[in-house]
T-cell receptor
């Protein structure tokens, strides 16, 4: 069974700092990769996704992620964070066929201090 | 226009009761899901339905029974509620099984007292 690891459970940054959240997965076959964000009291929203092609994908709100197949990683980055980026971030993986739905990491709670 | 809507948003109930959470999507998607988010924010899939047929049934107590009357609805019925059932339950849908993104509802916070 596939699994997803997010290395940091809590991250605290100041505004304008650069962000990188780590995500590694354990499945060796074809995967689709996602980052979701959950703002306080709100539902999950898709930040970005990778299915194929350019391994550097750009999402909403200035986020990007890079798929590195050899490292089984899909790290999320943002060059300069804002206070409004405070949220819970989830990495998720779906095997190519999608038969098992999404497998989520445990989430990273990001707090941006003004 | 909410794409995936769940009701109720909050549900507080006593142990032993039976309750249902409703989910509807107006996106014309074929596949719908139920996910459970525990107190540590960990999300795990519970069920997946594709065109009203059960595809995934993870290790979930049989007190949980999904019902899909049509492609646009996937309701979750829970019998004999236990304290450990307290969580946020998310409904989601995707255009088809697998290759597209999932759209999530706003979640239902269930508290069992």
């Amino acid at each position: 069974a596939q699994s997803v690891s997010q290395h940091n459970h809590h991250v605290i940054l100041s505004e304008a700092a650069s962000l990188e959240l780590g995500c590694n997965y354990s499945y060796g076959g074809t995967v689709n990769l996602f980052w979701y964000v959950q703002y306080p009291g709100q539902h999950l929203q898709l930040l970005l996704k990778y299915f194929s092609g350019d391994p550097l994908v750009k999402g909403i709100k200035g986020f990007e992620a890079e798929f590195i197949k050899s490292k089984f990683s899909f790290n999320l980055r943002k060059p300069s964070v804002q206070w409004s980026d405070t949220a819970e971030y989830f990495c998720a993986v779906m095997q190519g066929g999608g038969a098992d739905g999404l497998t989520f990491g445990k989430g990273t709670h990001l707090i941006i201090q003004p | 226009d909410t794409a995936v809507s769940q009701t109720p948003k909050y549900l507080v109930t006593q142990m032993g009761n039976d309750k249902s959470i409703k989910c509807e999507q107006n996106l014309g998607h074929d596949t719908m899901y139920w996910y459970k988010q525990d107190s540590k924010k960990f999300l795990k899939i519970m069920f997946s339905y594709n065109n009203k047929e059960l595809i995934i049934n993870e290790t979930v107590p049989n007190r949980f029974s999904p019902k899909s009357p049509d492609k646009a609805h996937l309701n979750l019925h829970i019998n004999s509620l236990e304290l450990g059932d307290s969580a946020v339950y998310f409904c989601a849908s995707s255009r088809k099984q697998g290759s597209t993104e999932a759209f999530f509802g706003q979640g239902t916070r269930l508290t069992v007292v």
